[in-house]
């Protein structure tokens, strides 16, 4: 089961940020802090500690959610060191790339490094290069890359499984933006009555 960070334990990190940043908008009220902490507590509470420190020591100006998110994800899912264990990978199936059940491999590897090599024909040609060519040429194109969409899939984190649940949302701790219109009271004095409207008419000859 994947550790998440207890209510009194993200209390203390807020604690810590709103020490570090004394604005009175800055999570001002328990309805803010609620927010941020469903937006945050499925981060275990030692990374969300490290990001929250990392960006005091900085930044100038308070964090938004995004901000502590960012890094945390960065803390869980560092760009290179994945990118390089996939490359690993990646030669690993290389290898197997004039095997009859080649495509297995091929199709066993993650989405975004086949769309970085492009297609299964690509895949057979890179298996023909000299390994220099790979490690001198491929292999730094291919982490730049890898990296890049790891690092726009940061950004885009998913949001919390208990914000991604319907009957778990926002909704619970945001008020509606638009009120239903059947239930909101008439308002008075915003239809013409009948008279005035006939005697503009004729005024007019409508």
Not at 28 to 55: C, G, I, M, Q, R
Request: proline fraction near 8%; include cysteine.
């Amino acid at each position: 089961m994947k550790a998440t960070t207890s209510l009194e334990d993200f209390r203390m990190i807020t604690r810590g940020l709103i020490a570090a940043f004394p604005r009175d908008d800055f999570i001002p009220n328990e309805f803010t802090f609620n927010l941020w902490y469903s937006a945050l507590h499925d981060f275990d509470y030692v990374t969300l500690k490290k990001a929250a420190e990392a960006y005091v020591m900085t930044e100038k100006f308070p964090p938004t959610i995004a901000d502590i998110r960012r890094l945390a994800c960065d803390m869980v899912l560092p760009a290179d060191q994945i990118a390089a264990e996939e490359w690993q990978r990646l030669m690993k199936a290389l290898g197997q790339a004039g095997r009859p059940d080649a495509v297995e491999y091929w199709q066993k590897l993650p989405d975004v490094t086949r769309e970085i090599v492009g297609g299964f024909s690509e895949f057979r040609e890179w298996s023909n290069l000299p390994v220099t060519d790979l490690m001198t040429v491929h292999r730094p194109m291919f982490i730049k890359r890898f990296e890049e969409r790891t690092k726009q899939k940061r950004l885009t984190a998913p949001l919390p499984v208990q914000l991604r649940k319907p009957e778990r949302t926002l909704e619970e701790h945001l008020p509606p933006l638009i009120e239903d219109r059947e239930e909101r009271p008439a308002e008075q004095g915003t239809t013409a009555p009948a008279d005035m409207i006939a005697k503009l008419r004729e005024r007019l000859k409508v």
